[in-house]
């Protein structure tokens, strides 16, 4: 039985790649995690995601 993708939430149909920011450079970076759109199918994700990590 297959996991859950680590890094990769669905949001409304559609699926992003996420990264939470470390809480020691958060002051720098603005931001409490970093998202990026990959794409609405889940195929396409999986193979766009490693490149967006």
């Known amino acids: 039985m297959a996991g859950k993708v ?3 939430v669905n949001r409304s149909g559609r699926y992003y790649a996420r990264l939470v920011v470390p ?3 958060r002051g720098f970076v603005g931001k409490t995690e970093l ?5 609405g199918g889940y ?3 999986l193979k766009l995601l490693p490149s967006a990590v």
């Open 23 to 25: 809480k020691d450079l």
């Open 6 to 8: 680590r890094n990769m």
């Open 43 to 45: 195929q396409q994700a």
């Open 35 to 39: 998202r990026l759109p990959l794409c």
